[in-house]
């Protein structure tokens, strides 16, 4: 089936520093991908819709200077989250439609900001 | 905004026991998922049910999706330690999109 390659799985950063975050697709090509982020014990909230080619398209509260987002090829979307602090410690997850169940999950990125 | 609101927010039930999680939602839905998660990891997709669905089956699990109510539940029957888990459910709610929302999830907790 299809597949969503995430990285890192897990990174420790300082604070005020940035972390970019990748998603690739493995087998299909990704014209969308999708930005959760999920505190614990909490649900995924939808952050971004990135398409390649245009700018991404950012869900209310969402800052766009914060989470800087790139889907620069069909393979690949990135999130970098800029000037990093604590309160940004989260569990980030990348998805795709595929064409399989429309919807394949990266494995996600635990950030811990200290 | 959440889409979605599950219940009961966490069950705790013997190994070999059923389990009924329920989701509800607000606005009119194309299809709806339900996902599990193991503690800090990603999303395993379980089934997914179509809006003009009543139910469906996969292995232990069945889904029910009422449109008319808003709402779909999904059974795990004869649970193991292994299922234990959060579930989610999450809903399409633009067709085409891809777009999901996800509820407010179930933990769950088969004990041994």
């Known amino acids: 089936g299809a597949v969503v390659s995430q990285h890192p799985s897990w990174v420790i950063c300082k604070s005020g520093t940035s972390v970019k975050i990748e998603c690739r697709s493995l087998?299909?090509?990704?014209?969308?991908m999708f930005w959760y982020r999920q505190f614990p014990k909490q649900s995924l909230m939808l952050m971004a819709t990135?398409?390649?080619?245009?700018?991404?398209?950012?869900e209310q509260g969402v800052e766009k200077d914060k989470f800087l987002i790139n889907h620069a090829s069909l393979t690949l979307s990135t999130l970098t989250v800029t000037s990093a602090h604590p309160e940004d410690s989260s569990f980030y997850i990348c998805?795709?439609?595929?064409?399989?169940?429309?919807?394949?999950f990266g494995s996600g990125t635990r950030l811990t900001v200290v | 905004s959440q889409q979605g609101e599950e219940d009961p927010q966490a069950l705790s039930i013997q190994e070999g026991e059923n389990a009924t999680m329920n989701c509800s939602y607000k606005t009119s839905i194309n299809n709806l998922q339900w996902y599990r998660q193991n503690s800090g990891r990603g999303l395993v997709h379980l089934i997914l049910?179509?809006?003009?669905?009543r139910e469906k089956h996969s292995g232990r699990l069945r889904v029910t999706l009422d449109t008319s109510k808003k709402s779909s539940s999904l059974l795990i029957t004869a649970s193991r330690a292994a299922d234990t888990a959060s579930y989610f459910c999450a809903t399409e709610i633009t067709s085409g999109t891809y777009k999901y929302i996800f509820g407010t999830g179930t933990r769950l907790k088969v004990l041994a």
């Open positions: 087998d299909f090509q990704a014209t969308t």
């Open positions: 990135s398409n390649e080619g245009s700018k991404a398209t950012y």
């Open positions: 998805s795709a439609p595929d064409s399989d169940y429309g919807y394949t």
């Open positions: 049910i179509r809006s003009n669905e």
